[in-house]
């Protein structure tokens, strides 16, 4: 079982940044992928990034390739979104996930946090 925490968002204008962090309690924190993802009001949850247990591979989605960074320490069992240039789009209820293997499809994650709330004012 691991159970997840975010934290980190709030209230950014355009062109700011954020960071997000995803505490996991549980042992072998490792052992999973992790990703996040996020979801607008009246939108389907999207996949934004995901990496993979021992952090040597990354994924993105199209549309914050060259803006977000996902990392993770896991020494620490936390997992991060470092969010640039962040646009009123990217407005969502951010959320970490955690699964077995690494994948960019929300049912291919066994564990989820509550989410973080994200705001980007234009």
């Known amino acids: 079982q691991v159970q997840l925490v975010e934290s980190g968002g709030g209230l950014v204008q355009a062109g700011g940044s954020l960071r997000l962090s995803c505490a996991a309690s549980g042992r072998s924190f490792s052992n999973y992928a992790m990703g996040w993802f996020r979801q607008a009001p009246g939108k389907e949850r999207e996949f934004v990034a995901a990496?993979?247990?021992?952090?040597?591979?990354?994924f993105y989605a199209d549309s914050v390739k060259g803006r977000f960074t996902i990392s993770r320490d896991n020494a620490k069992n936390t997992v991060y979104l470092q969010m640039n240039s962040l646009q009123p789009e990217d407005t969502a209820v951010y959320h970490c996930a955690a699964s077995r293997a690494l994948g960019t499809t929300t049912p291919g994650y066994d564990y989820w946090g509550q989410g973080t709330q994200v705001t980007v004012s234009s």
């Open positions: 990496i993979s247990g021992l952090g040597r591979t990354t």
